[in-house]
């Protein structure tokens, strides 16, 4: 049995998808199991990270997990731990971030760091996946592109290799279903580096129209950051952060052809296939 978190979440989704496809015994966590439309040879059941006791029901007769903490993460690592030492798990693969790798401290680091520190002290094997930015991340943008024709970046214009979340699930689901990846940590990118400016060019090919630019300044993004966590001290180091051209997804890595045996999907192909969310 493998147990996915975060299971209707834009990888965790992708996760139960290809694991029903091979054949595997999935149970999915989930806050709202009657909302999760997963498939329907998928065993649903209600919980989440934050709820010790869900989680340690949801463990029972696991031998591998998907694990997606979002929200608290350091809190839910803490929660996972426990659960996870008392189980019978052999195998856990987490989703982490490449800011960990980041040179410059700020909160999305410190907490990542501070989840794989609790999993690595609970005995069980794992594998962290730290992917930077999704293709996703794009769909910001996509109500001032509806509304105005404008795109308004709050992390700058530095090239970043964004990567599709769909391409983390084919990577996380080869890692769970064969030997040798435990105790591995494999950083994930896009195969391609691109400016904010450059993604925002490459939708308005997709939708057929010339979209505008802009860069918010420092302050103006850890506003809008703070206004989201209510949190102004880690937004402010969360935005230096992403503004440094120091950012360890300024580079590509071969990471998913590695394992995958396939190139990761380009950004126009993503934007090409879900142009409709920007109209």
């Known amino acids: 049995m493998i147990l996915v978190t975060g299971a209707t979440g834009q990888v965790g989704r992708g996760v139960v998808t290809r694991l029903v496809g091979r054949g595997a015994r999935v149970r999915a966590l989930s806050r709202q199991p009657e909302k999760a439309a997963l498939p329907a040879a998928v065993e649903v059941v209600q919980g989440s990270p934050d709820d010790a006791d869900s989680l340690h029901a949801a463990l029972a007769g696991v031998e591998k997990a998907f694990v ?38 700020h909160a999305i680091k410190d907490n990542h760091e501070k989840a794989e520190r609790a999993i690595r002290g609970t ?36 090239p970043g290799a964004p990567i599709d979340p769909d391409d983390i699930a084919a990577v996380a689901v080869q890692v769970l279903s064969e030997e040798g990846h435990e105790y591995s ?12 400016e450059e993604q ?5 090919d997709a939708l057929g129209k010339e979209i505008e ?17 209510w949190d102004r001290e880690a937004s402010t180091t969360n935005i230096e952060a992403l503004h440094s051209p120091r950012v360890p997804w ?3 890595v071969e990471t998913v052809k590695e394992i995958t045996g396939r190139a990761p999907r380009t950004f126009r192909e993503w934007a090409t296939t879900n142009a409709h969310l920007f109209r």
Request: charged letters at 15%; aromatic letters at 8%; proline letters at 5%.
């Open 213 to 229: 630019f802009l860069v918010a300044t420092k302050s103006e993004a850890t506003d809008v950051f703070t206004d989201l966590s």
């Open 200 to 204: 925002v060019r490459i939708i308005g």
């Open 68 to 105: 997606v903490l979002t929200g608290d993460i350091d809190s839910q690592a803490q929660t996972l731990a426990t659960a996870a030492a008392a189980g019978t798990l052999r195998h856990m693969v987490v989703l982490s971030s490449s800011a960990v790798l980041h040179p410059v401290p």
């Open 250 to 252: 300024g580079r590509t």
């Open 123 to 158: 005995g069980v094997p794992w594998t962290f996946l730290r992917p930077g930015p999704f293709h996703t991340n794009s769909l910001w943008w996509a109500k001032t592109i509806q509304t105005r024709g404008v795109a308004r970046c709050l992390i700058g214009n530095n």
């Open 185 to 196: 940590s494999y950083e994930l990118t896009g195969g391609e580096l691109l400016t904010s």
